[in-house]
């Protein structure tokens, strides 16, 4: 197989990002129709469950493109599980197969989103299964299989809730993908700062965009070896798209 150039990468990381937009407009044109409040996140509809059906296709295209990363492969103790969750062994992957992987690497059980669109705000955990052993499968994952299944038997399994934590996945794995950081610190979605009273709050002076590249490799993927000094203060390292953002890491300096 040849190596993707810099340009096909960046293309295709300026794909996902397009993608998740589209999600992202999807939810803005539904509450066009279902006012966005707690007495509305279980409606579901027809639109709703189509949309989870695409949420949850590219949730699983994300986590394949992730455990098929090549810098995985020297990462300690994960060689059987990659082998698993790559389809190299005789099972097909499932959710389990990329959760043994991706859990142990980046943590997602412990990321925690905030959705919001006008006045709802809302924290999701759209991961927060993957700290069981055993019950491991997200309810809006759960949603998206009896959807996938049997679409109009299962159709108000599509609720506006399940929809949100779906797109809410998406949009964390999309920054946790490696191949993705060059495009969303060019475009300023991968940030330095922090979160006062539910806001987000940049830096004032922004951490060089380079250092931050570094500083993900170090915080994220640390047995590659990437290093960077420290500089006496904490910093946080925020995602933000138009109806989602995360402290996706927080840093402290080495005592």
Partial sequence: MMRKTGTEMLGEAEYAWFLLE??????????????????NLKVYSRQMALKLYEVGTLVEAMMKRMVNDD??????????DLCDARGQSEHLPTI??????????FALSGKTINFRLFT???????????????????????????????????LSEAT????????????LLTFLCRLHWPVLLLHNRLVTGSLREGKLIEDRIPYDQEKLWKKLYEIFLPHLGITMPDYGAPIEILARSRLFFSVLAHWEPRK
């Fill in 22 to 39: 589209r999600i992202e407009d999807s939810i803005n044109q539904i509450s066009d129709y279902v006012q966005v409040d707690e007495m």
């Fill in 120 to 154: 709802f705000s809302r924290n999701l955990q759209p991961f927060a299964s993957f700290a069981s052993e055993k019950d491991i499968s997200p309810e809006w994952w759960d949603a998206y299989n009896l959807v996938k299944h049997d679409f109009f038997l299962n």
């Fill in 71 to 80: 810098v995985l492969n020297s990462f300690p103790n994960l060689a059987d």
């Fill in 96 to 105: 389990r197969s990329y959760r043994n992987v991706l859990e142990r690497v």
């Fill in 160 to 171: 506006f809730e399940r929809l949100i934590e779906g797109a809410g996945a998406l949009f």
